[in-house]
């Protein structure tokens, strides 16, 4: 006697005609299913998991990041933030849970998904044996933009990055900032709605970070939605109206930076909310005089 087949689990796959494996049972707090997705958020995430090997780096992630906002996104190393940006913009597919950009599902569509999208990854590669000018184009003209336009957004967007004087320069001489900044033009050339910045402002001189924060500020306040992963507290929490906090693949706090930061610093909420602060027993020797050796 045949054996009845069993209907088949909620779906948590990005695409449900690719079945995934069921949660493992030691996971104890796996998802049943995820929430409704909120259709109004430029960025909604639900139940997002995903492991390398044993290592699970997101644990379930819920998240929504509201259309205009100037959002943060902290946590220490090896919290999650660049595994779930990663997710979140197509450079890495889940293994469970769901991502919508603007009300769409973005791994039913993942080619519109990214149309929407202007993404300044982690450990950015580019084609560096490419000017600067080049590079730009290039990413213009796989955009799908007319070279028109496409040269018009180069030389604006050279100027306001203040890389006009290094327009026919290898991008592989470029010093570490300004590969920065060429990648962020390359992220912006094509005006997508949302920009998922990862680390934007490491390495790059503090006269570039303003001029790069003001160009963001007035993104946002023509109606686009930023994405900023960054380690410097102070900086999110002058530059950002809304913050996430990851740790150990969970969203620990979200939400507006005072809701967040409950009337502390947000480094101070941060530490609590993290933790891992070490104390400094057993270095007395930092605090002797140098006279003494």
Known sequence: MTEPQRPPSPAFSPQAAAPQPAMPQHDPQAPVRPQPTDLTAAISIRGLWKRFGQKTAVAGIDLDVPRGSFFGFVGPNGAGKTTTLSMATGLLRPDYGTVAVNGKDFWTDPVGGKAQLGV???GVRLFDRLTGAQLLTYAGLLRGMDRDTVATRT????RALDLTKDAKTFVVDYSAGMTKKIALGCAMIHAPRVLVLDEPFEAVDPVSAANIRDILAGYVRSGGTVIVSSHVMDLVQRMCD????????????????????????????????????????????????????
């Open 120 to 122: 300044l990854p982690d």
């Open 155 to 158: 030389q604006d967007l050279l």
């Open 242 to 293: 809304h913050v996430a906090i990851i740790a150990a693949g969970q969203i620990r706090a979200a939400g507006t930076v005072d809701e967040v930061r409950a009337g502390a610093s947000l480094e101070d909420r941060f530490v609590e909310l993290v933790g891992g602060r070490q104390h400094t027993e057993g270095l007395e020797w930092l605090r002797t005089s140098s006279d003494s050796v």
